[in-house]
């Protein structure tokens, strides 16, 4: 099994920025594509960014220019930095395991952290 812990959310103001992490545990997280996604109340989860093995990132487009993922296959974690946060970004956050490549389709993880809560105020 794999599990993946997620930290850093909080609460904070729109314009100000936040790191996500999420440490994973088992052995093979070298090989796995990792996601963030986030769930806001009344709505779907949503894909926000990916990462390969190879490091190649994936975004979607409303976070695009101000959210940078990225791994470090050393720590087992994943990185989630968010920057020019607005009040739209508020969600849960979850970070995501795939055994393959990327996916913007939750269905198609793996393994789920339990959620960070990140709130950003107008």
Request: proline residues 2%; charged residues 15%.
């Amino acid at each position: 099994q794999v599990q993946l812990v997620e930290s850093g959310g909080g609460l904070v103001q729109a314009g100000v920025s936040l790191r996500l992490s999420c440490a994973a545990s088992g052995r093979a997280f070298s090989t796995y594509a990792m996601g963030w996604f986030r769930q806001a109340p009344g709505k779907e989860r949503e894909f926000v960014a990916a990462i390969g093995m190879g490091s190649p990132t994936y975004y979607t487009d409303s976070v695009k220019g101000r959210f940078t993922i990225s791994r470090d296959n050393a720590k087992n974690t994943v990185y989630l930095q968010m920057n020019s946060l607005k009040p739209e970004d508020t969600a849960v956050y979850y970070c995501a395991a795939r055994k393959s490549y990327y996916s913007r389709t939750s269905g198609n993880y793996d393994y789920w952290g339990q959620g960070t809560q990140v709130t950003v105020s107008s």
